[in-house]
C-alpha cells in the first residue's frame, strides 16, 4: 500500500492569489461607485432640465397701413315727414297711395269737416253783426258830438258814446280774426304733400275718423324725398377721432348681393353715448335710381389709417392678471418678462396690440399660467439634452435594481 503524497501550498502564490482578488474586488466596487456618481449628477440634471418650462414662440405681425372698419348703419330718407289731419272729421277721399309720386302741393286726401263749416258759417253771420253794431255805434258817437255843441247833453255823455263806438269796430275786427282762422283751418281740408318725394306710408281709408293734431291724432300719410339717403351709424369711441367730415365709405345692403354703394361722412353728433361709449355719426349717399330705401340695413366699410407701433399676435398670448392684459416676451439671457400691453380690437382668435409690444419681440404662446418675470424658459427643439438625459436615468435605475 502506497502513502499519498500531500502538496503543501506556496504561500507566495497564495499571498498573489489574495492580492489579485482584493483588486479585482476593489476595481468593481470602484467602477460601481463612478456609476452611481454618475447616474445621480445625469439624474439631477434631468430634473432640473425638466422643472425649465418649454415654450413656443407665438407668430407676430405688424399691422397694415390702412385698416377696414366695418359697422352696421341704418338707411333714411334725406328728408321724411309724416302727414297728420290739422281738422277733424270724416276722410272723404285719398288720392296717392304707396309708392306714388309726388310734388309739392300734389293732393293726398280729403277730409269732410260738416262742424267746421258751420262753425265758419256762424263767424261769418257773427262778423255781419258786428259790422252792423259798429256803423250803429259810430252815428251815435257822431250826433252826440253835434249835441255837445248846442250844450244838450254832456262831454261825459258824449265820450262815452265814442268809447263805445270805438269797441263796436274792435269787436269787427275780432270777428273778422276769427272768420281767417276758420277759412284758414278749413283749407287743411285738403292734405297736401310738403315737398317733392314719394309716398311711403298711407295709414288710413275713406270714411275713417279723422282727430287733428299729432297727438291724439293718427298719421295719415308719410312722404319720403328720396334723391338722397342719409346713412346713420354708431361709431366706437376708439375711432371717433379718425372719422372726421369728408371721410368716404361704401356700404353694402343684404337685398343686392355682390354690389357696393359708395357714401361720403357729412357730420358728426360731436358727443359720445354713456350707455353704449360710441359716437353717432351721419353719412349721405345718392339714390338717382332709387334702389336705395329708408329702414335698410347697410354694412359700412370705413378705410382708417392704422396705428404705427400696432401688432397683431394671437389672442392665446394674453395673460390675465389683476394689473390688466399682458403678455410673456422671452429676452436674449434666455428668461421670460412680463409686459403690460394695451389691446385694441378683438378679431376672436387674434388681437391687436396697440402699445406694449414691438413686431421684433420674441412673444411666447400659451405662456404657462405659473410663470413669472425672470424665470428661465427653453424654446420647443432648441435641444436634445432631455432626451440624453432621461435615457441615462433609466438605466442608472436598472443598474442600482441589480
Same mark, same amino acid.
Given at each position: 500500500?502506497?502513502?499519498a503524497?500531500?502538496?503543501?501550498?506556496?504561500?507566495r502564490?497564495?499571498?498573489?492569489?489574495?492580492?489579485?482578488?482584493?483588486?479585482?474586488?476593489?476595481?468593481?466596487?470602484?467602477?460601481?461607485?463612478?456609476?452611481?456618481?454618475?447616474?445621480?449628477?445625469d439624474?439631477?440634471?434631468?430634473?432640473?432640465d425638466?422643472?425649465?418650462?418649454?415654450?413656443?414662440?407665438?407668430?407676430?405681425?405688424?399691422?397694415? #397701413?390702412?385698416?377696414?372698419?366695418?359697422?352696421?348703419?341704418?338707411?333714411?330718407?334725406?328728408?321724411?315727414?309724416?302727414?297728420?289731419?290739422?281738422?277733424?272729421?270724416?276722410? /272723404?277721399?285719398w288720392? /296717392?297711395?304707396?309708392?306714388?309720386?309726388v310734388?309739392?302741393?300734389?293732393?293726398?286726401?280729403?277730409?269732410?269737416?260738416?262742424?267746421?263749416?258751420?262753425?265758419?258759417?256762424?263767424?261769418?253771420?257773427?262778423?255781419?253783426?258786428?259790422?252792423?253794431?259798429?256803423?250803429?255805434?259810430?252815428?251815435?258817437?257822431?250826433?252826440?258830438?253835434?249835441?255837445?255843441? &248846442?250844450?244838450?247833453?254832456?262831454?261825459?255823455?258824449?265820450?262815452?258814446?265814442?268809447?263805445?263806438? #270805438?269797441? /263796436?269796430?274792435?269787436?269787427?275786427?275780432?270777428?273778422?280774426?276769427?272768420?281767417?282762422?276758420?277759412?284758414?283751418?278749413?283749407?287743411f281740408?285738403?292734405?297736401?304733400?310738403? *315737398?317733392?318725394?314719394?309716398?311711403?306710408?298711407?295709414?288710413?281709408?275713406v270714411?275713417?275718423?279723422?282727430?287733428?293734431?299729432?297727438?291724439?291724432?293718427q298719421?295719415? *300719410?308719410?312722404?319720403?324725398?328720396?334723391?338722397?339717403m342719409?346713412?346713420?351709424?354708431?361709431?366706437p369711441?376708439?375711432?371717433?377721432?379718425?372719422?372726421?367730415?369728408?371721410v368716404?365709405?361704401?356700404?353694402?345692403?343684404?337685398?343686392?348681393?355682390?354690389?357696393?354703394f359708395?357714401?361720403?361722412?357729412?357730420?358728426?353728433?360731436?358727443?359720445? &353715448?354713456?350707455?353704449?361709449?360710441?359716437?353717432?355719426?351721419?353719412?349721405?349717399?345718392?339714390?338717382?335710381?332709387?334702389?336705395?330705401?329708408?329702414g335698410?340695413?347697410?354694412?359700412?366699410? *370705413?378705410?382708417?389709417?392704422?396705428?404705427?407701433?400696432?401688432?397683431?399676435?394671437?389672442?392665446?398670448?394674453?395673460?390675465? &392678471?389683476?394689473?390688466?392684459?399682458?403678455?410673456?416676451?422671452l429676452?436674449?439671457?434666455?428668461?421670460?418678462?412680463?409686459?403690460?400691453?394695451?389691446?385694441?380690437?378683438?378679431?376672436?382668435d387674434s388681437?391687436?396690440?396697440?402699445?406694449?409690444?414691438?413686431?421684433?419681440?420674441?412673444?411666447?404662446?400659451?405662456?404657462?399660467?405659473?410663470?413669472?418675470?425672470?424665470?428661465?424658459?427653453?424654446?420647443?427643439?432648441?435641444?436634445?439634452?432631455?432626451?440624453?438625459?432621461?435615457?441615462?436615468?433609466t438605466?442608472?435605475t436598472?443598474?442600482?435594481?441589480?
Amino acid at each position: 500500500m502506497s502513502t499519498a503524497q500531500i502538496t503543501t501550498p506556496n504561500p507566495r502564490r497564495l499571498a498573489l492569489l489574495g492580492g489579485m482578488a482584493l483588486l479585482a474586488a476593489g476595481a468593481i466596487v470602484v467602477v460601481g461607485l463612478t456609476d452611481r456618481a454618475r447616474a445621480t449628477r445625469d439624474l439631477v440634471q434631468w430634473n432640473a432640465d425638466q422643472a425649465v418650462p418649454t415654450v413656443a414662440l407665438a407668430p407676430v405681425s405688424r399691422g397694415a #397701413a390702412q385698416q377696414t372698419l366695418t359697422l352696421p348703419g341704418t338707411l333714411q330718407a334725406y328728408t321724411q315727414a309724416p302727414i297728420y289731419a290739422r281738422v277733424s272729421g270724416y276722410l /272723404k277721399s285719398w288720392d /296717392k297711395d304707396i309708392g306714388a309720386k309726388v310734388k309739392a302741393g300734389d293732393l293726398l286726401g280729403t277730409i269732410d269737416t260738416p262742424d267746421l263749416d258751420q262753425q265758419l258759417e256762424q263767424a261769418k253771420a257773427d262778423l255781419a253783426k258786428a259790422k252792423a253794431t259798429a256803423e250803429l255805434a259810430d252815428l251815435t258817437a257822431k250826433r252826440w258830438a253835434a249835441l255837445v255843441a &248846442s250844450q244838450s247833453v254832456s262831454q261825459q255823455a258824449a265820450d262815452e258814446k265814442v268809447g263805445d263806438s #270805438a269797441a /263796436k269796430r274792435a269787436a269787427v275786427e275780432s270777428a273778422a280774426a276769427n272768420v281767417r282762422r276758420l277759412e284758414a283751418l278749413t283749407a287743411f281740408k285738403r292734405i297736401v304733400a310738403p *315737398f317733392d318725394g314719394v309716398v311711403t306710408a298711407r295709414t288710413t281709408d275713406v270714411g275713417a275718423l279723422i282727430n287733428a293734431g299729432g297727438g291724439t291724432g293718427q298719421e295719415l *300719410f308719410q312722404v319720403s324725398d328720396l334723391h338722397s339717403m342719409r346713412l346713420y351709424v354708431q361709431i366706437p369711441q376708439a375711432f371717433a377721432s379718425l372719422l372726421t367730415p369728408g371721410v368716404k365709405a361704401t356700404f353694402d345692403l343684404p337685398q343686392y348681393p355682390g354690389r357696393h354703394f359708395d357714401a361720403t361722412l357729412v357730420t358728426t353728433a360731436n358727443a359720445v &353715448s354713456q350707455a353704449s361709449r360710441t359716437m353717432l355719426v351721419e353719412l349721405q349717399a345718392d339714390n338717382p335710381d332709387g334702389l336705395l330705401t329708408p329702414g335698410t340695413f347697410a354694412e359700412v366699410h *370705413f378705410q382708417v389709417p392704422s396705428n404705427a407701433n400696432m401688432v397683431k399676435v394671437p389672442a392665446t398670448v394674453l395673460v390675465p &392678471s389683476d394689473k390688466g392684459a399682458e403678455v410673456a416676451v422671452l429676452g436674449p439671457d434666455g428668461k421670460a418678462q412680463l409686459k403690460p400691453v394695451t389691446i385694441g380690437r378683438d378679431m376672436g382668435d387674434s388681437v391687436e396690440i396697440v402699445a406694449g409690444l414691438t413686431p421684433t419681440d420674441k412673444v411666447i404662446d400659451n405662456p404657462p399660467e405659473t410663470l413669472v418675470s425672470g424665470d428661465v424658459v427653453r424654446l420647443a427643439g432648441a435641444g436634445e439634452g432631455a432626451g440624453k438625459v432621461a435615457e441615462a436615468a433609466t438605466g442608472t435605475t436598472a443598474k442600482t435594481d441589480r
